[in-house]
């Protein structure tokens, strides 16, 4: 067992999941790329990268809790609810600011600040967040099992 408690099953499927999730983050951003050379402008740039990261960030994520090799078996019951806490309550509060400062910042051109760009970035932190939060319980679910 390594540090992480992972068996080697789990480190390959792990790494077969990872490969397969880079090569489909390569793909889609040579896919926004090319649409973008021809004009095609589904969401302005900052946002169109997030939302490809987002995307392709929760597959992976759900893909390893899909094929259990996201924990290991634990020798012993961690109670990590308040270190979960604290990090979402600090990405909440860093995504709330860089809210507040997108609003408050001043452009060059009064049009960008109706942009898309920093709400999706605020709902792509949410879903984070969320993926966080789904795999803190389905983790307490396995725990459950195990014992």
């Not at 001043?106 to 049009?111: C, H, K, L």
Request: net charge positive; hydrophobic share 55%.
């Amino acid at each position: 067992m390594n540090k992480k408690g992972l068996d080697e099953m789990q480190i390959q499927k792990r790494n077969s999941i990872g490969n397969q999730t880079l090569i489909l983050l390569v793909y889609l951003l040579l896919i926004d790329a090319g649409l973008y050379g021809f004009g095609f402008r589904w969401v302005s740039y900052p946002a169109n990268i997030m939302i490809i990261l987002t995307i392709c960030s929760g597959i992976y994520v759900i893909r390893l809790i899909a094929a259990n090799a996201f924990v290991g078996p634990s020798a012993k019951t961690q109670k990590p609810l308040l270190k979960v806490v604290l990090n979402t309550v600090l990405a909440v509060l860093v995504s709330a600011a860089i809210l507040v400062l997108m609003k408050n910042a001043s452009f060059s051109n009064p049009g960008q600040i109706a942009e898309m760009s920093a709400p999706i970035l605020f709902i792509a932190a949410g879903v984070a967040i969320l993926i966080a939060a789904i795999t803190f319980f389905i983790h307490k679910i396995q725990d459950r099992e195990e014992e």
